[in-house]
Each structure stands twice: as C-alpha cells, then as structure tokens.
T-cell receptor, first 112, second 114 residues
Framework: GENVEQHPSTLSVQEGDSAVIKCTYS??????FPWYKQELGKRPQLIID?????GEKKDQRIAVTLNKTAKHFSLHITETQPEDSAVYFC???????????FGKGTSLLVTP | SAVISQKPSRDICQRGTSLTIQCQVD?????MFWYRQQPGQSLTLIAT?????????ESGFVIDKFPISRPNLTFSTLTVSNMSPEDSSIYLC???????????FGQGTRLTVV
C-alpha cells in the first residue's frame, strides 16, 4: 500500500519568513496530493491540492510543487503569519475513491 | 461541496461498552470513509463504506471491532465495540463528492474510554 513520509515533524519560523514542508510517497499510481491544515480541536481543512498532471500550483501565499519522478511533493508558505500556526498534513491518493494516506504531520509554529 | 454532520461530537465511555457514531451528508455520495486520529497523531483510514455493500477495512482494522453500516447514499455509522482505553481517539468521517476533488471531513467525534 501507499506510504507517505513527511518532514519535518516540527517547524518554527519567524513571522514573515517562509516555511517548507516536504513529503514523499511510495505508490507510483498515486495521482492526487492534498495538503490539510488542522488547528487544535478542529477538523482537517484542505488548503491546497495538486494532481499529477501539474508540477506546481499556487494560491496566494501557499504553493505546492510535485516531482512525480522523484515521488515527492512540497508545501511552501510565504510571508508566514501567526495564524498559520497549526498542524499540516500531506496526503496521497490513487484516485480510487479518494481514500487518503496521510503523512504524520508537521507542527508549524510562527512566532511574532 | 458537502456539509457533513457527525454525532456525537464527544463522549466518555466505560470500557467494554460500544459507541455508535453517525455521519450524515447533505448530498448523495458514492463513498464514505472513516478515519481514526489518535492523540497527537495523524489520520489513519479505518474503512471505506459503499452503499449496498460491505465496508472494506484497512490492515489492522476488523469488522467485529468496527462494524460499519451504509444504509443509503447520505448516511453511515461506525461502531466502536468492546471499547478499551486504547480506543480513545478522534473518529472522523469523510466523503468524496463526484466531480469535486476535495475530500470533506466531519467535525469528528472525540472518544474517551475510561
């Protein structure tokens, strides 16, 4: 089955700096890669996703890049703000019903 | 998009008892998924539920412990049976909507077994 590795497990940045979280996956059939943000006590919320036919996608301060050959994808957050502090999860799916395999999560702390 | 109502939102249960969690969606969906999130951990898929057929369980999860019902295209239940403190987790249902790439999550059920 699919195995998703996520690094780092914790990340602390100064407000205004950039944050990068990286994930690798094992199943070459995976073709859908979402990123979720989970604040304490809340459900995961999709922040950005990418499909395998695209190498990069951007939405304001958030971008995701995908390298299918190397089987890795990354989340980039620019101009970080304290409200970006949360746990971020990457996931991968082979599109067969959208069952997701999640990485272990990255706890991001943005300090003022 | 989809709006998912999951209940109960939280419960404290005695060991050895069972709890049934309900997941109601505001539109018809083909597949519903049940995840477990242990304290401070990631989400792990328990099973996939299709309407009209038996749920498909992931490795490490069995039907006797986590029976699932899917009586129609908008509703599913997950039962956590014969609970032990190790079952203390957040349980989340999720759906995919045809034509939409996003997987939507319910608000979760925070279960504490004492």
């Amino acid at each position: 089955g699919e195995n998703v590795e996520q690094h780092p497990s914790t990340l602390s940045v100064q407000e205004g700096d950039s944050a990068v979280i990286k994930c690798t996956y094992s199943d070459s059939a995976s073709n859908y890669f979402p990123w979720y943000k989970q604040e304490l006590g809340k459900r995961p919320q999709l922040i950005i996703d990418i499909r395998s036919n695209v190498g990069e996608k951007k939405d304001q301060r958030i971008a995701v890049t995908l390298n299918k050959t190397a089987k890795h994808f990354s989340l980039h957050i620019t101009e970080t703000q304290p409200e970006d502090s949360a746990v971020y999860f990457c996931a991968a799916s082979s599109n067969s019903g959208y069952a997701l395999n999640f990485g272990k999560g990255t706890s991001l702390l943005v300090t003022p | 998009s989809a709006v998912i109502s999951q209940k109960p939102s939280r419960d404290i249960c005695q060991r050895g008892t069972s709890l049934t969690i309900q997941c109601q969606v505001d539109s018809q969906v083909t597949m519903m998924f049940w995840y477990r999130q242990q304290p401070g951990q990631s989400l792990t898929l328990i099973a996939t539920a299709n309407q009209g057929s038996e749920a498909t369980y992931e490795s490490g999860f069995v039907i006797d412990k986590f029976p699932i019902s899917r009586p129609n295209l908008t509703f599913s239940t997950l039962t956590v049976s014969n609970m032990s403190p190790e079952d203390s987790s957040i349980y989340l249902c999720s759906v995919d909507v045809a034509g939409d790439t996003e997987a939507f999550f319910g608000q979760g059920t925070r279960l504490t077994v004492v």
